[in-house]
């Protein structure tokens, strides 16, 4: 887990990968446009298509111009993150 928080933190800075506070999430999410999306149910994780809410929302990035978001399934954020790797080879 702590391998994956520093992988995501090592994208943060070259992609437009937007990790999530635990503090003020509510905020963040309405800031950047999220939160309604969640609570009607709008937004799926990018790789499992799980529905994702506030409870499992574990990744947010934005990819040409739309935000995409990872479940905090592990499973999900290894895929993500190996998908993120390969690009940038
Ligand atoms: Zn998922």
């Known amino acids: 887990?702590?391998?994956i928080m520093a992988k995501l933190?090592?994208?943060s800075k070259r992609e437009d990968i937007l990790a999530v506070p635990d503090d003020h999430?509510?905020?963040w999410l309405t800031t950047i446009g999220l939160m309604?999306?969640?609570q009607m149910g709008e937004v799926a994780?990018?790789?499992c298509g799980e529905?994702?809410?506030k409870s499992n929302l574990q990744i947010v990035t934005r990819q040409e111009g739309k935000?995409?978001?990872i479940c905090s399934n592990p499973q999900c954020?290894?895929?993500?993150l190996a998908l993120k790797e390969g690009e940038s080879k």
């Open 9 to 11: 933190r090592r994208w």
């Open 1 to 3: 887990m702590k391998k």
């Open 25 to 27: 999430l509510d905020e």
């Open 36 to 38: 309604s999306a969640i």
């Open 45 to 47: 994780c990018v790789v």
């Open 77 to 80: 954020m290894y895929q993500f």
């Open 67 to 69: 935000l995409m978001v």
């Open 51 to 53: 529905r994702i809410e």
